[in-house]
């Protein structure tokens, strides 16, 4: 199993241009989640897909836009890239597990994307 | 103030020592406590969860959570230069939250041989 897979490894992009970051995961699990890595800062959510069909924004959304294109797939779109999108981008999936009323969401990370934008 | 606080580091230490690491948090409806480890240029990988308080070993890792002080920690024993990495804490909340995991900003390790 390749868990999940993130493509591409690295990309610089120029002020204005647009690009998808792709990622599948292998494990049949019904969340995915996009996330944002800068120094200092930690991870932060940008997007989230609880099942398939569904997407909802983080705590980071602006400048950005998902597709959840089955249950594998889920995509990063950067419409009109900025300076202050460079950073790494790591993509997670994970099966939520009920226990009662709380749910354990141990989540699954890919190598992610490291992403400049010039 | 954010609601999960976890000192940056650098932390260095050499071979063999007993390293602790700890974050703190401020949402007391976190269940679910988890430390994840992230090597150079890598994506993070869970090491340890634990649910609730309490203690949880596995190897030469242990983790600790305390609700009342909303303080966890894990700690690594007889630590080796394979150790270092960044290890993040994250947390996550009952059902209504369970879609958000709430990470620290990770503290960068250094085993030194």
């Known amino acids: 199993n390749a868990g999940v897979t993130q493509t591409p490894k690295f990309q610089v992009l120029k002020t204005g241009q647009s690009m998808t970051l792709q990622c599948a995961q292998d494990?049949?699990?019904?969340?995915m989640y996009w996330y944002r890595q800068d120094p200092g800062m930690g991870l932060r959510l940008i997007y989230y897909s609880a099942s398939e069909g569904t997407t909802d924004k983080g705590e980071v959304p602006n400048g950005y836009n998902v597709s959840r294109l089955n249950k594998r797939e889920f995509s990063l779109r950067l419409e009109s890239a900025a300076p202050s999108q460079t950073s790494v981008y790591f993509c997670?999936?994970?099966?939520?597990?009920?226990?009662?009323?709380?749910?354990?969401?141990?989540?699954?990370f890919g190598a992610g994307t490291r992403l400049s934008v010039l | 103030q954010k609601e999960v606080e976890q000192d940056p580091g650098p932390l260095s230490v050499p071979e063999g020592a007993i390293v602790s690491l700890n974050c703190t948090y401020s949402n007391s409806a976190f269940q679910y406590f988890m430390w994840y480890r992230q090597y150079s240029r890598k994506g993070p990988e869970l090491l340890m969860y634990?649910?609730?308080?309490g203690n949880k070993e596995d190897g030469r890792f242990t983790a600790q959570v305390d609700k009342s002080s909303k303080y966890i920690s894990l700690f690594i024993r007889d630590s080796q230069p394979s150790d270092s990495a960044t290890y993040l804490c994250?947390?996550?909340?009952?059902?209504?939250?369970?879609?958000?995991?709430?990470f620290g900003q990770g503290t960068r390790l250094t085993i030194n041989p």
């Open positions: 997670a999936s994970s099966e939520i597990r009920d226990r009662g009323r709380v749910a354990k969401n141990i989540q699954y």
């Open positions: 994250a947390m996550s909340a009952g059902i209504q939250g369970a879609q958000k995991l709430v």
């Open positions: 494990m049949n699990h019904n969340s």
């Open positions: 634990t649910y609730s308080s």
